[in-house]
């Protein structure tokens, strides 16, 4: 039975679509798709997820960012990395962005012209209202 738990384990930490968070032994392993949003609290990270759940992570935001490049996670402000699944509006004069679940997040000035820029193109993948 043990030996069946750990060869789980170890299939689960070579799996790129799980996140491993927490230390050595009593960590927890969570699908990448169920994050909303990461939320940085100074050298630590909230990591909220679907179900309404948060986990405090000893991590900062950029390692998460640096860790999440590649897959479907964006960077909207100092202090939030979104993932664009989970995008329902976007309101570009009020800088605002809209998730499922009634969250509303701001958007930085930079990041603003950098999604505006995604939305206008059609890089975004993902079904969402664009607010006028």
Not at 1 to 30: A, C, F, P, T
Request: hydrophobic share 35%; glycine share 6%; with cysteine.
């Amino acid at each position: 039975m043990i030996q069946k738990i750990k060869k789980q384990r170890q299939h689960i930490v070579n799996d790129s679509n799980y996140l491993r968070v927490g230390s050595k032994h009593q960590g927890e392993y969570m699908a990448k798709v169920n994050i909303v949003y990461i939320e940085a609290c100074a050298s630590y990270s909230w990591i909220y997820l679907k179900g309404g759940a948060r986990i405090l992570s000893c991590k900062t935001i950029g390692f998460y960012e640096e860790l999440f490049s590649e897959d479907n996670f964006s960077r909207i402000h100092r202090s939030y990395l979104i993932n664009l699944s989970y995008l329902k509006c976007y309101e570009p004069h009020y800088r605002l962005v809209h998730l499922k679940g009634e969250i509303v997040l701001p958007v930085s000035h930079r990041k603003n012209r950098l999604i505006s820029k995604m939305v206008s193109s059609g890089e975004l993948n993902t079904p969402f209202q664009m607010a006028v």
